[in-house]
Protein backbone atom coordinates (compact mmCIF):
# COMPACT_ATOMS: atom_id res chain seq x y z
CA UNK A 1 0.00 0.00 0.00
CA UNK A 2 1.16 3.33 -1.06
CA UNK A 3 0.83 5.86 2.16
CA UNK A 4 0.21 9.69 2.08
CA UNK A 5 3.10 11.38 3.98
CA UNK A 6 2.04 14.56 5.93
CA UNK A 7 3.12 17.99 5.71
CA UNK A 8 3.14 21.09 8.05
CA UNK A 9 2.14 24.53 7.44
CA UNK A 10 5.17 27.23 7.04
CA UNK A 11 3.59 29.08 10.57
CA UNK A 12 3.78 25.19 12.40
CA UNK A 13 7.09 24.99 10.75
CA UNK A 14 8.22 27.89 13.04
CA UNK A 15 6.28 27.51 15.46
CA UNK A 16 7.66 23.94 15.72
CA UNK A 17 11.51 25.31 15.78
CA UNK A 18 10.68 27.70 18.36
CA UNK A 19 9.39 24.95 21.02
CA UNK A 20 12.07 22.88 20.12
CA UNK A 21 14.77 25.98 20.67
CA UNK A 22 13.03 26.09 23.78
CA UNK A 23 13.01 22.70 24.95
CA UNK A 24 16.77 22.62 24.34
CA UNK A 25 17.35 25.76 26.13
CA UNK A 26 15.51 24.38 29.03
CA UNK A 27 17.42 20.88 29.19
CA UNK A 28 14.38 19.54 28.64
CA UNK A 29 14.44 15.69 26.53
CA UNK A 30 13.92 15.82 22.72
CA UNK A 31 11.31 13.03 21.85
CA UNK A 32 9.76 12.36 18.60
CA UNK A 33 5.77 12.65 18.29
CA UNK A 34 5.30 15.07 21.32
CA UNK A 35 1.66 14.70 20.72
CA UNK A 36 1.54 11.14 20.73
CA UNK A 37 0.61 11.07 17.37
CA UNK A 38 0.71 12.88 14.07
CA UNK A 39 0.98 16.43 14.64
CA UNK A 40 -2.57 18.49 15.08
CA UNK A 41 -1.60 20.51 12.19
CA UNK A 42 -0.40 17.86 9.58
CA UNK A 43 -1.97 17.93 6.51
CA UNK A 44 -2.03 15.06 4.24
CA UNK A 45 -2.57 16.75 0.75
CA UNK A 46 -4.33 14.69 -1.56
CA UNK A 47 -7.16 11.52 -1.15
CA UNK A 48 -5.68 8.66 0.02
CA UNK A 49 -4.49 6.81 3.14
CA UNK A 50 -2.51 8.94 5.68
CA UNK A 51 0.83 6.92 6.83
CA UNK A 52 0.11 5.95 10.43
CA UNK A 53 2.31 7.25 13.15
CA UNK A 54 3.13 3.76 14.17
CA UNK A 55 5.04 3.28 10.74
CA UNK A 56 6.84 6.70 11.03
CA UNK A 57 7.60 5.72 14.78
CA UNK A 58 9.17 2.74 13.03
CA UNK A 59 11.40 5.11 10.54
CA UNK A 60 12.75 6.71 13.88
CA UNK A 61 13.81 3.37 15.25
CA UNK A 62 15.68 2.05 12.00
CA UNK A 63 17.50 6.08 11.78
CA UNK A 64 18.60 5.30 15.65
CA UNK A 65 19.45 1.93 15.03
CA UNK A 66 21.84 2.75 12.04
CA UNK A 67 23.30 5.07 14.25
CA UNK A 68 24.38 2.88 16.79
CA UNK A 69 28.03 2.47 16.05
CA UNK A 70 28.78 6.31 15.24
CA UNK A 71 27.93 7.02 18.88
CA UNK A 72 31.11 7.93 20.59
CA UNK A 73 33.42 8.66 17.88
CA UNK A 74 35.36 11.76 17.24
CA UNK A 75 33.81 14.80 16.55
CA UNK A 76 35.78 14.60 13.07
CA UNK A 77 34.51 11.84 12.20
CA UNK A 78 31.47 11.37 13.74
CA UNK A 79 29.50 13.67 11.44
CA UNK A 80 30.45 11.96 8.42
CA UNK A 81 29.43 8.83 9.48
CA UNK A 82 26.38 10.57 10.92
CA UNK A 83 25.65 11.28 7.51
CA UNK A 84 26.39 8.12 5.73
CA UNK A 85 24.56 6.22 8.23
CA UNK A 86 21.57 8.15 8.79
CA UNK A 87 21.05 8.74 4.49
CA UNK A 88 21.48 5.01 3.77
CA UNK A 89 18.63 4.35 6.13
CA UNK A 90 16.25 7.40 4.58
CA UNK A 91 17.23 5.97 1.45
CA UNK A 92 16.79 2.63 2.10
CA UNK A 93 13.32 3.28 3.82
CA UNK A 94 12.04 5.13 0.56
CA UNK A 95 12.84 2.24 -1.92
CA UNK A 96 10.51 0.31 -0.36
CA UNK A 97 7.61 3.34 0.65
CA UNK A 98 8.10 4.74 -2.88
CA UNK A 99 10.76 7.70 -3.82
CA UNK A 100 7.59 9.93 -4.85
CA UNK A 101 6.78 10.82 -1.65
CA UNK A 102 10.11 11.63 -0.65
CA UNK A 103 10.24 14.42 -3.74
CA UNK A 104 8.30 16.46 -1.80
CA UNK A 105 10.06 18.65 -0.51
CA UNK A 106 7.40 19.27 2.20
CA UNK A 107 7.48 16.15 3.76
CA UNK A 108 10.84 16.56 5.42
CA UNK A 109 10.03 19.19 7.83
CA UNK A 110 7.64 16.80 9.21
CA UNK A 111 9.97 14.19 9.65
CA UNK A 112 12.40 16.34 10.52
CA UNK A 113 10.39 18.07 13.35
CA UNK A 114 7.83 15.76 14.53
CA UNK A 115 9.25 11.85 13.70
CA UNK A 116 12.98 12.49 13.63
CA UNK A 117 13.77 15.78 15.97
CA UNK A 118 16.16 14.08 18.87
CA UNK A 119 18.47 13.08 15.65
CA UNK A 120 17.77 16.11 13.61
CA UNK A 121 19.74 17.64 16.97
CA UNK A 122 22.33 15.38 17.55
CA UNK A 123 23.68 17.03 13.43
CA UNK A 124 22.34 20.81 14.22
CA UNK A 125 21.74 21.72 17.99
CA UNK A 126 21.68 24.98 19.43
CA UNK A 127 24.42 27.60 18.14
CA UNK A 128 26.13 30.21 20.59
CA UNK A 129 22.77 32.06 21.03
CA UNK A 130 20.60 29.59 21.98
CA UNK A 131 19.42 29.18 18.15
CA UNK A 132 18.18 26.46 15.63
CA UNK A 133 19.92 26.97 12.28
CA UNK A 134 16.36 27.07 10.69
CA UNK A 135 17.12 26.37 7.43
CA UNK A 136 18.17 22.55 8.10
CA UNK A 137 14.85 22.19 9.58
CA UNK A 138 12.52 23.75 7.15
CA UNK A 139 11.56 22.57 3.51
CA UNK A 140 15.13 23.03 0.59
CA UNK A 141 17.65 21.01 0.20
CA UNK A 142 19.58 22.52 2.91
CA UNK A 143 17.06 20.31 5.73
CA UNK A 144 19.62 17.98 7.07
CA UNK A 145 17.54 14.65 6.12
CA UNK A 146 16.55 15.54 2.54
CA UNK A 147 20.27 16.39 2.12
CA UNK A 148 21.21 12.98 3.61
CA UNK A 149 18.53 11.20 1.45
CA UNK A 150 19.60 12.83 -1.76
CA UNK A 151 23.21 11.63 -1.15
CA UNK A 152 22.82 8.22 -0.36
CA UNK A 153 20.47 7.90 -3.36
CA UNK A 154 22.30 9.78 -6.04
CA UNK A 155 25.77 8.29 -4.76
CA UNK A 156 24.95 5.02 -2.97
CA UNK A 157 28.43 3.02 -1.77
CA UNK A 158 30.42 5.77 -2.98
CA UNK A 159 29.62 7.45 -0.12
CA UNK A 160 31.20 4.44 2.26
CA UNK A 161 33.97 3.96 0.11
CA UNK A 162 37.03 4.59 2.12
CA UNK A 163 39.17 5.26 -1.10
CA UNK A 164 36.83 8.11 -2.27
CA UNK A 165 36.44 10.54 1.39
CA UNK A 166 34.16 12.85 -0.14
CA UNK A 167 34.60 16.08 1.56
CA UNK A 168 31.33 18.86 2.86
CA UNK A 169 32.09 21.29 0.17
CA UNK A 170 32.27 18.39 -2.39
CA UNK A 171 29.38 17.13 -1.59
CA UNK A 172 27.77 20.51 -1.86
CA UNK A 173 28.93 20.81 -5.18
CA UNK A 174 27.41 17.25 -6.05
CA UNK A 175 24.23 17.41 -4.40
CA UNK A 176 23.00 20.48 -3.47
CA UNK A 177 23.55 21.93 -6.85
CA UNK A 178 21.98 21.40 -9.87
CA UNK A 179 24.22 18.59 -10.95
CA UNK A 180 21.83 16.41 -8.76
CA UNK A 181 19.12 16.35 -11.50
CA UNK A 182 21.57 14.07 -13.60
CA UNK A 183 22.49 11.02 -11.59
CA UNK A 184 24.59 9.58 -13.69
CA UNK A 185 26.92 13.24 -13.66
CA UNK A 186 27.15 13.11 -10.33
CA UNK A 187 28.86 9.62 -10.07
CA UNK A 188 30.95 10.42 -13.06
CA UNK A 189 32.37 13.83 -11.41
CA UNK A 190 32.51 11.62 -8.05
CA UNK A 191 35.01 9.51 -9.89
CA UNK A 192 37.34 12.25 -11.29
CA UNK A 193 37.57 13.72 -7.37
CA UNK A 194 38.59 10.01 -6.64
CA UNK A 195 41.25 10.13 -9.32
CA UNK A 196 42.18 13.82 -7.79
CA UNK A 197 43.38 12.00 -4.66
CA UNK A 198 44.75 12.80 -1.15
CA UNK A 199 46.66 16.28 -2.39
CA UNK A 200 46.93 19.49 -0.20
CA UNK A 201 45.41 21.74 -3.29
CA UNK A 202 42.36 19.30 -4.16
CA UNK A 203 39.75 21.56 -2.18
CA UNK A 204 40.58 23.85 -5.51
CA UNK A 205 41.19 21.45 -8.04
CA UNK A 206 37.96 20.47 -7.18
CA UNK A 207 36.46 23.79 -7.16
CA UNK A 208 37.77 25.24 -10.71
CA UNK A 209 36.79 21.64 -12.26
CA UNK A 210 33.09 22.52 -11.31
CA UNK A 211 33.21 25.78 -12.02
CA UNK A 212 34.47 24.52 -16.00
CA UNK A 213 31.56 21.96 -15.80
CA UNK A 214 29.30 24.73 -14.80
CA UNK A 215 29.82 26.90 -17.96
CA UNK A 216 29.78 23.54 -19.88
CA UNK A 217 26.59 22.93 -18.83
CA UNK A 218 25.31 26.20 -20.12
CA UNK A 219 25.88 25.20 -23.78
CA UNK A 220 25.78 21.26 -23.10
CA UNK A 221 23.07 19.08 -23.27
CA UNK A 222 25.30 16.16 -21.25
CA UNK A 223 22.43 14.03 -20.76
CA UNK A 224 22.62 13.06 -24.66
CA UNK A 225 26.17 11.74 -24.47
CA UNK A 226 27.30 8.82 -24.12
CA UNK A 227 28.91 7.31 -20.60
CA UNK A 228 32.12 7.00 -22.32
CA UNK A 229 31.94 10.15 -24.06
CA UNK A 230 30.99 11.97 -21.33
CA UNK A 231 33.52 10.44 -19.08
CA UNK A 232 36.03 11.20 -21.17
CA UNK A 233 34.81 14.97 -21.49
CA UNK A 234 35.00 15.30 -17.73
CA UNK A 235 38.40 13.60 -17.43
CA UNK A 236 39.71 16.58 -19.92
CA UNK A 237 38.36 18.78 -17.45
CA UNK A 238 39.85 17.60 -14.06
CA UNK A 239 43.21 16.44 -15.89
CA UNK A 240 44.70 19.49 -16.02
CA UNK A 241 43.73 20.25 -12.33
CA UNK A 242 45.53 16.76 -11.32
CA UNK A 243 48.28 17.82 -13.38
CA UNK A 244 48.67 21.21 -11.76
CA UNK A 245 48.15 20.01 -8.28
CA UNK A 246 50.84 17.21 -8.59
CA UNK A 247 53.36 19.58 -9.92
CA UNK A 248 53.54 21.37 -6.68
Do not use: C
Amino acid sequence: MTYLYPRLSRSDVESEITRLEDVLRSGGVVQSFPDDGHHPGAIFPAAGTPVPATLLRELHDRVAGALTSVRGRRRSDRDRLFDVAVGNALASWFEQEGRDQASHPDIWPYLTLVALPDIAVERFGLDSRGRLPADRYRAGRRNVFQRLYLRSWILGDLLADPDLPLYEDELVGLIDRNLSSDHRLARLVSEQILRIGRTSNRREAVRTGFKTLQFELRVTDVATLPEQELREMLGTMFKSERADTNAV
